[in-house]
């Protein structure tokens, strides 16, 4: 597991359909993790648990090393560049996000007879 987590959660805007924001957002979640610092990213769809009803509905999960300003610098600066190309409807999209340090270590379940 990474040391550090990024978890972006989303909500697509209205007139935009689920397969062109799934579409948009791979390739933008890939255009991400090209900024040094980034280790990986994978995508969820989210389901509101017992009464937890919320208002996102997609998950972004980007693991990364170093600090979050290295990326966040990196990736302002191309999307500032044109290198990362936001569509006109990205002002549109409901955002949540969360950057979380690990508060213990590992756990992993204990098996009997190791």
């Known amino acids: 597991m990474a040391k550090n987590v990024y978890l972006v959660f989303s909500k697509r805007p ?60 990196d990736l302002s600066g191309r999307i500032e560049s044109g290198d990362v190309k936001l569509p006109e409807w990205f002002p549109q999209i409901t955002f949540g996000g969360w950057d979380c340090e690990p508060a213990s270590g590992l756990l992993t379940p204990a098996r009997l007879g190791n």
Do not use: C, K, M
């Open 14 to 73: 209205e007139g935009i359909s689920a397969g062109d924001y799934d579409r948009w957002y791979e390739a933008h979640a890939q255009e991400n993790i090209e900024s040094p610092g980034f280790l990986s990213a994978r995508r969820f769809n989210v389901t509101p648990q017992r009464g937890n009803e919320g208002p996102f509905e997609h998950l972004a999960l980007y693991e990364y090393e170093g600090t979050q300003e290295q990326w966040r610098t």
